[in-house]
């Protein structure tokens, strides 16, 4: 469904922000680069405005994004005094708040900040924009909004947000806007070489290990026009990785060239298999996501399911190749 915020929903939720001192700001579970950029540039604003913001995450920071200021203050327990306003950043739907979700669900208020395509909107207040490469941009247009001063270190939040969302402005959600707001947080303090560095650059070995399993069991499937991979909790336990280390492993795959859509599917220690899909704007893979209760965009989205991976990687091919046969015939056999 598109979503599309307005000017006068942009001002409820600036009253509802002024109104409010003691605020809760949280994001979703498996937090990526938007989803960090935007939850510690926003905090870092609001506090520069007299708000006590509590950073909250039911998971951890991934290494990639620890150098990110205000990175170490984000906890997965809400603090011991209580706020009257939630924001929720990048998160598609309340309960990929993970455990958070009750947290949230008791206040007063609750803002939803998002641009994903598919509708688990929530919360009295919304600022919804599914034209939007990263929510980042939605937040830096709020800011404005609020005559929000920017320095460096906000500015490199919300650049690290737009940066990763956009796929180092390369994906074919960039647009002139996403560029503007890019330029806009450089001229403000953020430093593009030394966020790549942070972001891309400084791989753990256990992560390289990690990515070196991935890639060695590699599988093309549906006429080459998708190709997948499975991370094992054995894969987990002997490179010595940690869930976060998966960060950028679906986009090694996307960049194969040939395949239209890119899978992984990853064992987690509770059971599940956290499935990562990717496509190179052939199909919607965030309409495939939705048919198994995730989602995400048309580009890049995921889910998490119960069972065996094999299983659940044949269910998600027959779903592909529906989708693939419907977007172009002739490739669909």
Excluded at 34 to 43: I, P, R, V
Aim: with cysteine.
């Amino acid at each position: 469904m598109s979503k599309k915020t307005t000017a006068r929903s942009q001002d409820r939720v600036v009253r509802l922000i002024r109104a409010n001192p003691d605020i809760y700001l949280g994001t979703h579970l498996r937090p990526d680069g938007d989803a960090l950029g935007t939850l510690l540039g926003l905090s870092l604003a609001l506090e520069f405005q007299g708000h006590r913001v509590a950073r909250l995450c039911a998971d951890p920071v991934p290494e990639n994004y620890r150098f990110l200021p205000g990175a170490e203050a984000v906890s997965a327990v809400p603090p011991p005094w209580n706020a009257s306003l939630g924001i929720v950043v990048d998160c598609d739907g309340a309960s990929r708040l993970g455990r958070l979700e009750p947290a949230f669900a008791a206040l007063p208020h609750v803002i939803d900040i998002d641009h994903h395509a598919t509708d688990h909107s929530f919360g009295q207040e919304r600022l919804l924009d599914a034209t939007a490469a990263a929510t980042a941009e939605i937040v830096y247009d709020l800011l404005r909004a609020m005559k929000a001063d920017l320095d460096a270190d906000i500015a490199t939040c919300l650049y690290t947000a737009v940066l990763t969302d956009t796929g180092r402005f390369g994906y074919g959600n960039t647009t002139a806007r996403s560029l503007r707001t890019a330029a806009e947080l450089v001229a403000a303090g953020a430093d593009p070489h030394q966020i790549s560095r942070g972001v891309y650059e400084e791989q753990s070995v256990e992560a390289a290990h990690l990515l070196g399993r991935a890639l060695s069991r590699l599988s093309q499937d549906i006429d080459s026009q998708v190709v997948s991979s499975l991370l094992t909790r054995r894969d987990f336990q002997e490179t010595g990785a940690s869930a976060n280390d998966t960060e950028g492993i679906i986009d090694h795959l996307r960049a194969i060239g040939g395949p239209r859509v890119a899978l992984l599917f990853v064992e987690a220690e509770d059971g599940a298999v956290r499935v990562s899909l990717r496509s190179d704007g052939t199909v919607d893979v965030s309409d495939i996501a939705l048919g198994f209760g995730g989602g995400g965009h048309a580009m890049a989205s995921g889910y998490t399911a119960q069972g065996a991976a094999e299983r659940i990687r044949r269910d998600l091919l027959a779903a592909v190749r529906k989708a693939l046969a419907k977007a172009s015939p002739a490739h669909g056999a």
